[in-house]
C-alpha cells in the first residue's frame, strides 16, 4: 500500500485510556489551511452528541480540524453530552492553534456513558505536536472498536495535466446498516470545492457504497461521513468535467471501504453480494435484498454454506413487496438453484454449496416483475458475532 | 397435566420416515363428526401447498380431518407440491372413511423438497386404525421440528350449567414472526358454532398471542391455525355471553401457548417481554416493539446478560417512527436505566444485570408522547441459534 499521504494534511493517533486495552483510542486529522467541508450523518433519530455538534458546525462548509475518539459513543449523554463534545473540540482548537469552530468532533463506541473529557484533554496537547503527512493510518487504527483490520484507501486522479489525491479512513464491523449514512468515515483530498459541490459528491458517492451495506440491520447513532477539500492541487470541483473525474474517484474508494466494513463484520466468514433484479421499481428491490440480507435464518445459512434457498424464498415473501412467487430465480453466482420458484434438485444444490465454500460469492433474485434492481452487500452470521455482542462492554 | 381430550376428537401419530430421526412425524386429528372449521393463514407471499390448499377448502366451513407432517414443509413445490398435497388429504380420507373434501392438511419442515407422499400412505392406514380420545398429544410431537418440547394445552369452561373443553397444540422454535398468522395450530371444541363466529373469535385470539411473538423476524411460509368445533357439550358460540366466555379461554389458551413456542425459540436462554407505552398510536408502538424485540445486538446483549440499553435507544431511535429520544425512559422490570434519554448510572445497570440473570423479564419504553402502547415477546440470541440454524439440513 502506498503511504497514506495527502498534501497539506497531517494527522496522528494516541492512547488516551478510553479503550479497556491501552490501544490508541484518540485521532486528529488536521488541514494545514481551512478546508472546504461536507458531511452524511446517520438517520437515527437517536443522535449521538457529536453528530450533532458537527451537524451545526458543518453548515458553515469551513473545516480545519476533526477530533476522534473510539470506546465511548458519546450518545445519550444529554446536555452533558454536548458539552464534552464542545468542549473536546475547544482542546483540540487550542492545541492546534485554530478558531474552534473549525474543529469537528466524532465517537464511535458504547452508547450512554460520560465521556473522559479530562482523559482526552490530557493527551492532546502532545498528540497535537507529533502529528505527521502519514499518520492518516494511525487515525484509521484509533477508530477501530470490534473492527479486526483498519481500513484505509487512497487513490490518485489527474485532470488537466494535474494530479489530486483523495484518501479515506474508515471504521465499522457491527450496528451496520446505514441509511443515507454510515459509521464514521474521513475523507481528504487535495482538491478545492465549494462545500456544495463537495457535500453533492459525497452524497452520491454514499448512496452507492455505505448505503448499500449491512451486517446486522442495526443502524448506529453516530454514522459519520465527512470530506474535507483543501485545495491545494489547484483543480477545482467546479469544473464540470473534473467533477465527473473525482466522483468516480471517489466512488470506487468509499465503496472499497464500504466492502471491507462488510468483510469485517463482526464474526463474518463470508462476503454476499445480494442482487435484486427485474423489480416494479428501485424501492422494492432494495425491501427485498435488505429483507434476504437482514433475515437470520438466510445468514446462519450461509455460515453453514448451505445453499437452503429456502429461507431466501421465505424472506423474499415477506418483504411486503408484491411479486409471484411462481416467477422467482434464484442464482448462487452462475448456478441456478431455483427457476420459477421451485427449487432445481440436488445436482444444482451442490453446486451451489461448492459456490458458498468460498468467501465471496453473489445471490442473484430475478423477480421477473420489471425491470428495476438493488445491490446489497452483507455478510454471514456466526457464533462469532453471538460471542462479540453478548460480552461487548464486559 | 390433565389428559389432553375433547370429546368427539380422536388423534394420533406416526412415523413415515420423513424426518431423519426415525421419531414420529405423521399425525392425524379426526372429528367424529363433521366439525364448523377456521383458519388464520400466513401473510408470507410465498406460500406452502397445503396452506393453499386449505385455504380454499376451509370455504366450506366444515372439517373432519387434519393431516399434518413435519420434516418437509411441502413449501415452493409448484404444481407438484399441490398434487401431493391433495394425494395426502385423499389417502387420509379414504383411510378414515371420510369425504376428503373434509381433510384438510398441513406441514412444517425445509423448504423447497418434493414430498415423500409414498412413504405417507404406506402408513395412513395403520395410523387412521389407531386414533385414541388421548392422541392428541401424539400430535403434538409429532409436530415437532427443532423445537426442544411438544406444546399443547387444555382448559374447560362452563356455561349455561354445561361444561365445554377447549385444547390446542402448537409448533414453532425458529421462523418465527408471525403476522396474522403463526406456525401450525391446531384448536379442538366442543361447542358449537357457525364458521363465521368460529373464524372472528379465532382472529382475536392469534392477534393477542401469535401475532404478539417474535423469534428471529422471519414468517414463515406455513404458518397455519385451524380451529374445529363439533358441537358435542350442547353450548353454542352464537349466544352472545357464551362467546365471551369461550373467547377468554381460548385467548389464554393461544396466548400460553404462544410463549411457549418464544420460549423454545432456537437456542433461547431468556424470555423477554417488550412493552411500549405512551406512543403516539399502536402501530408505531408495535414498531418500536419489533424494531427492538429483532434487533441481533440487543437479542445478543441479552444472552450475554449486560443491559446494554444503549442498543435499545438506537434501536428505538432506527424504528422509523417520530419520536423524542429526549423524552424515553428504559426500565428493565421496575429498574429504570434511562430516564429522559440518558443513562441512570451504574449502580441502575447493576440492579438491571441483576434482573437479566433471570430467565424471564420484561423490558419497558416509556415514549411519553400519546396513550397507545404494544406489548411483544420475544427470546434472546444465543450462539445456539447459530449452531442450529447453520446445520438445519445437514
Redesign the interface.
Known amino acids: 500500500m502506498t503511504t497514506l499521504q495527502v498534501p497539506g494534511f497531517i494527522a496522528g493517533a494516541a492512547c488516551a485510556g478510553i479503550k479497556k486495552d491501552k490501544k490508541s483510542d484518540l485521532g486528529i486529522i488536521f488541514s494545514e489551511v481551512p478546508a472546504c467541508a461536507a458531511g452524511v450523518f446517520t438517520?437515527?433519530?437517536?443522535?449521538a452528541a457529536p453528530v450533532l455538534l458537527d451537524k451545526e458546525r458543518i453548515k458553515s462548509g469551513l473545516c480545519q480540524a476533526i477530533v476522534v475518539n473510539s470506546g465511548n459513543?458519546n450518545?445519550?449523554?444529554?446536555a452533558r453530552g454536548l458539552r464534552d463534545a464542545c468542549a473536546v473540540a475547544k482542546a483540540a482548537a487550542d492545541a492546534l492553534g485554530i478558531d474552534d469552530e473549525l474543529t469537528l468532533v466524532a465517537s464511535t463506541g458504547?452508547?450512554?456513558?460520560p465521556l473522559d473529557v479530562s482523559a482526552i484533554k490530557s493527551v492532546l496537547p502532545q498528540l497535537a505536536r507529533e502529528l505527521t503527512p502519514s499518520g492518516l493510518f494511525d487515525v484509521a487504527r484509533a477508530i477501530m472498536t470490534t473492527d479486526t483490520f483498519p481500513k484505509a484507501v487512497l487513490k490518485k486522479g489527474t485532470f488537466d495535466r494535474k494530479s489530486f489525491t483523495v484518501a479515506a479512513v474508515a471504521k465499522g464491523a457491527?450496528?451496520i446498516?446505514p441509511?443515507m449514512a454510515t459509521m464514521l468515515c474521513f475523507v481528504c483530498t487535495d482538491v478545492a470545492a465549494t462545500p456544495e459541490t463537495l457535500g453533492n459528491t459525497l452524497k452520491r458517492a454514499v448512496a452507492g457504497s455505505f448505503n448499500t451495506i449491512t451486517v446486522?440491520?442495526?443502524?448506529?447513532?453516530n454514522d459519520t461521513v465527512i470530506a474535507l477539500a483543501n485545495g491545494l492541487s489547484g483543480i477545482n470541483l467546479t469544473e464540470p468535467s473534473c467533477a465527473g473525474v473525482f466522483q468516480k474517484i471517489l466512488n470506487e474508494l468509499l465503496f472499497t471501504l464500504a466492502l471491507q466494513i462488510v468483510q469485517d463484520g463482526e464474526g463474518a466468514t463470508k462476503l454476499v453480494t445480494i442482487e435484486v433484479r427485474s423489480a416494479p421499481d428501485e424501492k422494492s428491490a432494495r425491501q427485498v435484498a435488505y429483507t434476504v440480507a437482514?433475515?437470520?435464518?438466510v445468514k446462519?445459512?450461509l455460515?453453514?454454506q448451505?445453499a437452503?434457498?429456502?429461507?431466501i424464498?421465505?424472506?423474499?415473501?415477506?418483504a411486503g413487496?408484491?411479486?409471484n412467487?411462481?416467477t422467482v430465480d434464484i442464482f448462487f453466482d452462475n448456478v441456478c438453484v431455483?427457476r420459477?420458484?421451485?427449487?432445481r434438485g440436488n445436482a444444482a444444490e451442490e453446486e451451489a454449496n461448492r459456490v458458498l465454500r468460498g468467501d465471496r460469492f453473489t445471490i442473484s433474485i430475478d423477480l421477473k416483475l420489471g425491470s428495476k434492481g438493488a445491490t446489497i452487500h452483507t455478510c454471514d452470521?456466526?457464533?462469532d458475532?453471538?460471542?462479540i455482542?453478548?460480552?461487548?462492554?464486559?
Chains 1, 2 share one sequence.
Open positions: 438517520t437515527n433519530r437517536v443522535q459513543a450518545a445519550c449523554t444529554g458504547v452508547i450512554g456513558r457491527g450496528m446498516r441509511d446486522d440491520g442495526d443502524t448506529s447513532t437482514n433475515s437470520p435464518l446462519t445459512a455460515f453453514g448451505d437452503n434457498w429456502g429461507r424464498m421465505a424472506a423474499v415473501g415477506r413487496v408484491p411479486l412467487p411462481e431455483v420459477d420458484g421451485q427449487g452470521l456466526s457464533t458475532y453471538i460471542r455482542n453478548s460480552h461487548y462492554r464486559t
